[in-house]
């Protein structure tokens, strides 16, 4: 196809390819015509390029990844997979879906890869869809432990359609495999869920295998957390070692909002009815079962973001968002406060907030109103409810990708300390904060974000709202 376009007509000045002169003219029509919405959009570029965000579970999507996003794909309706769809009209998007499959597929070293889920709960539920019947039984890790909704909690339908049995961690935090390898042997569970939305330590993939193997259950790797870490090498891989295994696109990979599906050295293994392969039956899962159509600028942005992955530039992301993590766990841990498990191996910090009486609810707001993203978790063993919590979870994602180092490390450490032990609690939700801790707090994020401002974006004006977030 023409690459470049001509709006001008011939003899004008060549510039952008007719999809790109749509985006521009998109966002232009929007500035003009609805200017509610594009400042809502342009405060929010602001407010993430002035805050330092250590939420566990974000990274940043480059630019093009964005843009991919927006792409005019959206106007598709296609159900189906590349060369068997339901509707007209997709040899193009059969491309780009094959593009992001061979991608996903070479960046993981898997055999088979399905790039439709819409989140990696989607891909959860379409994977256990495959594997479990209604009532069967689910072992995953508590959510209190660390697990996720999806891996079989009571708020999850997960824990409705399934008899659902969650395996816990030490009173360090650390996976008890002993205790899963028992509840695996009592229980005999159709699927085990290896796999953490707060767990800070290596994920020992090769045990659960040994225990699936050994009361013959399907092993589910859901890697959400730490698949940028797998990508690069820096975390050990499941996907030849579990029989699926999932993740979301957007919490470590840089990408869209969505997830993924991926089978390695099992994808022609045989599930439960003795004849499908994990790769038919995980295709059938996620459509016609669980989903319908795609997001077809999704994929394509999923494509984009997976064609970054395999450089150098995301595996020394990869090392610096470990190295850093360990510093900031370091950090705290010199300063007194008490990490789940006493540190970290992966890009994600456990604070047990209850030495110091102030609750994860408190500890996120007042870090918030200093600029830095944090968030309440609950930890093993809390009393407090699930909205307020004894823990505070951060990760280093972002700060990575945003070049900060070690160094930067040690300032974001003594900041968050200075807020930790400068606000004072009125009781689980209320506090106060010195206003001119929380001035001074600010002024130094924003130096530390003007220093490394979000990877290929422009930096936009300091925010004019509010001081506190209202
Ligand atoms: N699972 C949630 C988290 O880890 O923050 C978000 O998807």
């Known amino acids: 196809m023409t690459r470049v376009w001509n709006p001008g007509g011939p003899g004008g000045r060549a510039a952008v390819t007719p999809h790109t002169a749509l985006l521009l003219r998109g966002l232009s029509v929007l500035e003009q015509q609805d200017p509610v919405l594009a400042d809502l959009l342009d405060d929010e570029l602001a407010e993430q390029s002035w805050t330092l965000a250590m939420v566990a579970s974000a990274s940043i999507a480059a630019p093009a990844v964005l843009a991919a996003a927006a792409a005019v794909l959206s106007n598709l309706t296609v159900e189906g997979y590349p060369g068997a769809r339901y509707h007209p009209g997709s040899r193009h998007f059969d491309k780009v879906e094959r593009l992001a499959e061979v991608r996903a597929r070479a960046v993981f070293g898997a055999q088979y890869a399905n790039v439709q889920p819409h989140s990696c709960s989607s891909a959860n539920l379409a994977v256990l869809s495959s594997l479990l019947p209604p009532g069967g ?173 395999g450089g150098d530039a995301a595996r020394l992301t990869a090392r610096r968002t470990v190295e850093n993590a360990r510093a900031v766990a370091e950090g705290l841990r010199g300063l007194g406060h008490r990490l ?59 700060l990575a990708q945003r070049g900060m180092g070690p160094a930067e490390m040690a300032r974001c450490v003594a900041l968050v300390d200075r807020v930790l032990t400068g606000v004072v609690s009125l009781d689980d939700t209320a506090y106060t904060l010195d206003p001119h801790l929380r001035r001074a707090v600010r002024a130094e994020v924003r130096e530390l974000c003007a220093g490394f401002p979000l990877p290929g974006y422009p930096i936009p004006p300091l925010p004019t709202g509010p001081e506190v977030p209202q």
Not at 259 to 281: C, F, K, N, Q, W
Request: hydrophobic share 40%; glycine share 14%.
């Open 340 to 398: 789940l498990t006493g540190g970290t191996d992966n890009h994600m910090v456990v604070v047990d907030l209850r030495p110091s009486g102030v609750s994860g609810l408190v500890a996120e707001r007042a870090l918030e109103e200093c600029g830095i993203l944090a968030n309440r978790n609950r930890i093993p063993g809390d009393t407090r409810p699930p909205m307020v919590t004894s823990g505070l979870r951060l990760g280093t994602n972002s």
């Open 137 to 309: 039984v689910l072992l995953g890790l508590g959510l209190d432990a660390g697990g996720h909704l999806t891996h079989g909690s009571s708020a999850s339908v997960t824990g409705h359609h399934y008899r659902a049995v969650g395996y816990g961690v030490d009173e360090d935090g650390w996976i008890d495999y002993d205790g899963a390898h028992r509840l695996a042997r009592e229980h005999r569970p159709g699927v085990i869920v290896a796999g953490a939305s707060a767990y800070p330590r290596q994920i020992d993939f090769a045990r659960f295998r040994e225990i699936a193997d050994d009361v013959g259950a399907y092993l589910l790797a859901d890697i959400s957390h730490i698949a940028g870490l797998v990508a690069a090498q820096e975390h050990p891989s499941p996907v030849d070692l579990a029989h699926v295994t999932t993740t979301s696109t957007y919490k470590q990979l840089g990408g869209p909002r969505g997830g993924l599906v991926l089978i390695g050295a099992e994808h022609r293994t045989p599930g439960p009815d003795g004849r499908t392969t994990l790769a038919d039956l995980v295709a059938r899962g996620v459509f016609p079962r669980t989903q319908g159509t795609p997001n077809p600028a999704a994929v394509a942005a999923k494509a984009g973001a997976f064609g970054l992955l």
